[in-house]
C-alpha cells in the first residue's frame, strides 16, 4: 500500500474482455492504483485507444510483462487474466523476480489473483487430461486456492495466490453445492445431475475467430464442447468436495447471441423425502446474509437480465412435473460474477476490506 493510503495493483492481460472490466471496476476506487497494465498485441498503446470506455481515468499505458519491473513497481496486488498455460507461467515468473513467500523467498506478500483455469484443479493429471499439456507449474498447485467467495472465504483470507472459478462452474457450484453438502447430507441425488447452460459470446474471449463473427452469431444459437468440455472436471471437483464422493455431471454449454449474460438450468432427483421447497429453503439459508447471491422468496424465474453488468448471482428452484425431481436455475453476468467481479471480491477479502466496495453498482436494465 502506498503512503497516501491506495493499493497498488496490476492486471495482466488487460485487453481481454476480463481485463477490461477489471479495469472497468477498479479505475473508480479512490483506494486503488493502477500502476501496470499488460497486453501483447497491444502494447505501446494507451487502454483508451483500445477501450474507449475507459478513456479520462489516467490509466498507465500498455506494456508487455516482460517489460515489467517487478521490483521496482512493488504491486500490492496482482490479476492475471491471461489464457491457460501463460498465466502459471507468468505467475511463476512474478513470484521468482520477487523471491515472493510461495518460491520460498523472504520476499513482499503480493496477492496474485488468477483469472485462468491453470490453479483450478487440484491435480495436475487431471489437468493435464483435460488442456492436452503438462501443468507449467505443479510446484505452485498445492499453494493456490479456488475462489468461489461464498464458500472459501476463511482461505481466501490467508491466500497469496488464488484461482477464480470459470464463468459455468460459478454458476453451477453457487446453485448446487448447498444441495449436496447439506449438513444432514446430500439433497439431492448426485448422480442425477444434468446442467444446460447458456453463455453470451464475450465467454469466447476477444480473439478473432470465424465462429464467433457477428453473422455466424446472430441469429443462431448452439451447443458446444458436447459431452467434454473443459469446466467439466472442475465442476466435479467442487461437487465431490461437497458431497463427500466422487460426482459425475452431465454438462451441456450453449453460445448464444448475446453480449454478458450466464444462465444455469440444473435437472436433480431429490433423495427420499425431499421436496423442491425443500431445496429451495436450504439455498434460502445458505445463502441469508450474502450481499451478491439472491434467491427470491417468489416464483420468479431468474434471467440474464436481472444481473446484467453486476456482481450478483439470482438462484431459484421449481418443482418438476415428474415427481421427486426439481429445476434450480441460476443467472449471473459472466464478466462480472463469473470472472472479473469474484476476482474483486476476492482482492477485498484478501486485503481485509469491505468485501462489497467497487461491486454496489445495481444490475443495468434495460
Not at 443462431?220 to 472442475?234: L, W
Not at 476490506?353 to 443495468?364: F, H, S
Request: charged content about 20%; overall charge negative; hydrophobic content about 45%.
Amino acid at each position: 500500500m502506498t503512503d497516501h493510503g491506495t493499493w497498488r495493483v496490476a492486471v495482466l492481460g488487460a485487453s481481454g474482455y476480463t481485463g477490461a472490466d477489471l479495469v472497468r471496476l477498479l479505475a473508480p476506487r479512490p483506494d486503488v492504483e493502477l500502476v501496470a497494465l499488460t497486453a501483447e498485441r497491444h502494447a505501446g498503446a494507451a487502454m483508451e485507444a483500445v477501450f474507449p470506455h475507459l478513456a479520462g481515468r489516467g490509466l498507465p499505458p500498455l506494456q508487455t510483462i516482460e517489460d515489467v519491473d517487478w521490483k521496482a513497481l512493488r504491486p500490492d496486488v496482482v490479476f492475471c487474466a491471461l489464457p491457460h498455460a501463460a498465466s502459471a507461467e507468468a505467475v511463476r515468473a512474478i513470484i521468482e523476480a520477487l523471491g515472493h513467500p510461495l518460491s520460498g523467498g523472504a520476499g513482499p506478500r503480493v496477492r496474485i489473483i488468477d483469472l485462468s483455469a491453470d490453479f483450478r484443479l487440484t491435480d495436475p493429471a487431471v489437468y493435464a487430461e483435460w488442456y492436452g499439456r503438462a501443468h507449467p507449474a505443479p510446484e505452485l498447485l498445492p499453494h493456490a486456492v479456488y475462489g468461489l467467495s461464498e464458500w472459501n472465504r476463511e482461505m481466501i483470507r490467508d491466500a497469496l495466490l488464488v484461482a477464480c472459478p470459470g464463468c459455468y462452474p460459478t454458476a453451477s457450484l453457487l446453485a448446487l453445492l448447498p444441495l449436496l453438502g447439506a449438513p444432514q447430507g446430500p439433497l439431492i441425488d448426485p448422480d442425477s445431475i444434468i446442467i444446460d447452460a447458456l453463455s453470451g459470446v464475450s465467454g469466447a474471449g476477444r480473439g478473432l475467430k470465424p465462429e464467433m463473427l457477428f453473422c455466424e452469431v446472430a441469429e443462431s444459437a448452439r451447443p458446444y464442447g458436447v459431452g467434454r468440455h473443459r469446466h467439466m472436471p472442475e465442476i466435479e471437483q467442487e461437487f465431490a468436495r461437497a458431497a463427500g464422493a466422487g460426482v459425475t455431471v452431465s454438462f451441456t454449454p450453449h453460445l448464444v447471441p448475446m453480449n454478458r449474460g450466464e444462465l444455469v438450468t440444473a435437472h436433480v432427483r431429490c433423495r427420499q423425502g425431499v421436496s423442491a421447497a425443500d431445496l429451495k429453503r436450504a439455498l434460502a439459508d445458505r445463502y441469508a446474509g450474502e450481499p451478491f447471491v439472491l434467491v427470491p422468496a417468489d416464483a420468479r424465474v431468474p434471467k440474464t437480465g436481472d444481473v446484467r453488468g453486476s456482481n450478483m448471482a439470482v438462484i431459484n428452484v421449481f418443482a418438476d412435473r415428474r415427481p421427486g425431481h426439481a429445476i434450480v436455475i441460476a443467472a449471473i453476468d459472466n464478466l462480472v460474477k463469473g470472472s472479473s467481479g469474484q476476482a474483486v471480491q476476492n482482492m477485498n477479502i484478501m486485503l481485509g476490506i469491505e468485501e462489497t466496495k467497487g461491486l454496489e453498482a445495481c444490475p443495468i436494465f434495460p
